[in-house]
């Protein structure tokens, strides 16, 4: 009986120690999944915020081309008022005065 007892106990406590065991290999599992997760994470972080560099200086250029273009536009059209202005100036003002005196 006592050979009995001995051996519930020692079978007790091997499944205690496979069960502590088995708790640290779960514990280290799942540690090892936390610090994969996060180096998959600061991976893709660190990859998507140099997309947005290279994404945002690709946009500054397409702002700044367009805004050159918008710019010459303006200069150009700026000088077609101006060159029309010293053209017809003098006869734009005689019309207005004709204009006013026949009214």
């Given at each position: 009986?006592?050979?009995?007892?001995?051996?519930?106990?020692?079978?007790?406590?091997e499944?205690?120690?496979?069960?502590?065991?088995?708790?640290q290999?779960a514990?280290?599992?799942?540690?090892?999944?936390?610090?994969?997760?996060?180096?998959?994470?600061?991976?893709y972080m660190?990859?998507?915020?140099?997309i947005v560099?290279?994404?945002?200086?690709?946009e500054?250029?397409?702002?700044?081309?367009?805004w050159?273009e918008?710019?010459?536009?303006?200069?150009?059209?700026m000088?077609?008022?101006?060159?029309?202005?010293?053209?017809?100036?003098?006869?734009?003002?005689?019309?207005?005065v004709g204009r006013?005196?026949?009214?």
């Open positions: 009986m006592q050979d009995m007892i001995k051996r519930i106990i020692d079978a007790d406590n499944a205690k120690a496979l069960d502590e065991k088995n708790r290999r514990e280290a599992q799942k540690e090892e999944i936390d610090r994969q997760a996060q180096e998959m994470y600061d991976s660190e990859n998507a915020m140099e560099k290279k994404n945002d200086a690709a500054e250029k397409k702002t700044e081309k367009a050159q918008i710019a010459a536009r303006q200069n150009s059209a000088i077609k008022l101006k060159s029309d202005f010293e053209n017809n100036c003098d006869r734009w003002v005689d019309e207005i006013v005196m026949e009214a």
